[in-house]
């Protein structure tokens, strides 16, 4: 299994961007697709971009399209989500998730590996 860490959240304004990172142990990091995942108060957890293994497919929840963006960068075993123009409601624990020879899947179930989560508040 691979080990997963965000970061790069915090509080960012209504329309600004953020970036965030999530970093990956292991030598075999290219050979999984991940995921991001959000998870507002009260809420259940949903999915928000993924990228597969080789980066050649990237998917994004309707909510999110055209605003983030997903990308990877295997030399540093970190995948990206620059978050541009974001809403209040893009308020969150993000998680980052890892899915063995994934193809950027949306459902949680194919997903074995998880992160501790980042906070992003969007204060309007």
């Known amino acids: 299994q691979v080990q997963l860490v965000e970061s790069g959240g915090g509080l960012v304004q209504a329309g600004g961007s953020l970036r965030l990172s999530c970093s990956a142990s292991?030598?075999?990091?290219?050979?999984?697709?991940i995921g991001w995942f959000r998870q507002a108060p009260g809420q259940e957890r949903e999915f928000v971009a993924a990228?597969?293994?080789?980066?050649?497919?990237?998917n994004y929840a309707d909510s999110v399209k055209g605003r983030f963006t997903i990308s990877r960068d295997n030399a540093k075993n970190t995948v990206y989500l620059q978050m541009n123009s974001p809403k209040p409601e893009d308020t969150a624990v993000y998680y980052c998730?890892?899915?063995?020879?994934?193809?950027?899947?949306?459902?949680?179930?194919?997903?074995?590996?998880w992160g501790q989560g980042t906070q992003v508040t969007v204060s309007s």
């Open positions: 998730a890892a899915d063995w020879m994934g193809l950027s899947s949306s459902r949680e179930s194919d997903y074995d590996s």
């Open positions: 990228i597969s293994w080789h980066g050649r497919l990237t």
């Open positions: 292991g030598r075999t990091f290219s050979s999984y697709a």
